[in-house]
Structures are given as structure tokens and as C-alpha cells.
């Protein structure tokens, strides 16, 4: 089945660093791949998403490229803030075998981040 | 624009008694609705799925229920709560099975 695999974490760096969360999927055909951040005690908000191979999603300083070769769409930053202090979801999007209008979202297990000033 | 609310925001409820958890979206018409569950520093669950009015569709066997009384809302219940049903229930639409787009989530505390 379809599965995401996320870096194990948490993960802690001091403001200004450079910033790795690696996802890796498992998928039949091709999917949309998403990242999503929850900053504490709040719900889920869409980070940046890639449609198909070789996309580049960014937002707010964030950037990751959907790599089919490697069945990767890592997450990074090129410097941190303390306001980036969240768990970010790495998921994948498939539509419906049946060509259905519903398309389940796989998660990863999320990675905790803790920024440092 | 597109909003979606929930409530309450947070319960705290006994063993054994019901539940009714609401989630309504605006802005938008016929969106797919999806109830997930996440369990303390756990990822999230699916729970339930729906396409349309009356259109319900469970991923996972347990303890609650889904309903789509009208296009935009969607609740979620149970008869008779368990412990094991604590957690942070978040509620999310999308439009034909596109980017989902989340609630602002339930923290549900069953005692």
C-alpha cells in the first residue's frame, strides 16, 4: 500500500541554521505530495505541495522538490526562526482507483522541530 | 474565500456517555469532508470520509460515527464514549480528492 516515511525526530537547531526533514514515499502511480505544519495546540495548515515530478514547492522560505527517481520530497530551509518551532506531516495524494472524486491522504508520522534562539 | 470551522474546541467527557463533535465549511459547495483522529504524539488516523449528503464512508472499525446532514457539515458521534477515544479530532475538506485543507481540531478528553 501507499506509505510515507519521515526522518525520525525530534529535531533541535539553533536560529539561523539550516534545516533537513527528510520524506520518502511509497506510492502506486503518481502522487501529489504535501507538506503540512501544526504549529502547538492548532490544527494542520498546508505548507507547500508538488504535483508532479520535478515540482518545486516553496512557501514561506521552505522549499521541497518532488524526486521521482528517489521517491523523496524533503523539506528544507535555508534559516530558521523560532516561529518555525512545529510538527511538519509529510503526505501523498492519490486519487481513487475507480476515478472517484475522493483521494486519501497518507501521513507520515510527523517530525517535531524545536528552533532555539 | 474558504473557512472551516469546528466545536467545540475543547470537552472533556465522562466514560460512557455520547458524543457530537460538529465541523461546517463556507465558501465552498459539495466539498469531499474527512474526520481524522490524532492520538498524543502519534500522526494521524482517517476516520471517516464522505463525497456527498448521506455519503459516509469509515476507514477504521470503532467506537464512533460519521453523519452529512447538509453539503457543508459534517458531524461526528458515539454513543457511549471510551477512554481510548481521548485525542485531537481535526476535520478537513477538499475539492474533488485535491489538497485537503484542515480545522482548527477538537481536543477531546475522556475520563
Known amino acids: 500500500g501507499d506509505s510515507v516515511t519521515q526522518m525520525e525526530g525530534p529535531v533541535t537547531l539553533s536560529e539561523e541554521a539550516f534545516l533537513t526533514i527528510n520524506c520518502t514515499y511509497t506510492a502506486t502511480g503518481y502522487p501529489s505530495l504535501f507538506w503540512y505544519v501544526q504549529y502547538p495546540g492548532e490544527g494542520l495548515q498546508l505548507l507547500l505541495k508538488a504535483t508532479k515530478a520535478d515540482d518545486k514547492g516553496s512557501n514561506k522560505g521552505f522549499e521541497a522538490t518532488y524526486r521521482k527517481e528517489t521517491t523523496s520530497f524533503h523539506l528544507e530551509k535555508g534559516s530558521v526562526q523560532v516561529s518555525d518551532s512545529a510538527v511538519y506531516f509529510c503526505a501523498l495524494i492519490l486519487a481513487n482507483a475507480g476515478g472517484t472524486s475522493y483521494g486519501k491522504l497518507t501521513f507520515g508520522q510527523g517530525t517535531i522541530l524545536t528552533v532555539h534562539p | 474565500s474558504q473557512t472551516i470551522h469546528q466545536w467545540p474546541a475543547t470537552l472533556v467527557q465522562p466514560v460512557g456517555s455520547p458524543l457530537s463533535l460538529e465541523c461546517t465549511v463556507e465558501?465552498?459547495?459539495?466539498?469531499?469532508l474527512y474526520w481524522y483522529r490524532q492520538a498524543a504524539g502519534r500522526g494521524l488516523q482517517l476516520l471517516f470520509y464522505s463525497v456527498g449528503i448521506g455519503q459516509i464512508s469509515s476507514e477504521v472499525p470503532q467506537n464512533l460515527s460519521a453523519s452529512r446532514p447538509q453539503d457543508r457539515q459534517f458531524i461526528l458521534s458515539s454513543k457511549k464514549l471510551l477512554l481510548s477515544d481521548s485525542g485531537f479530532y481535526l476535520c478537513a475538506w477538499s475539492a474533488w480528492g485535491e489538497t485537503q485543507y484542515f480545522g482548527p481540531g477538537t481536543r477531546l478528553l475522556v475520563l
Open positions: 465558501g465552498t459547495s459539495n466539498p469531499n
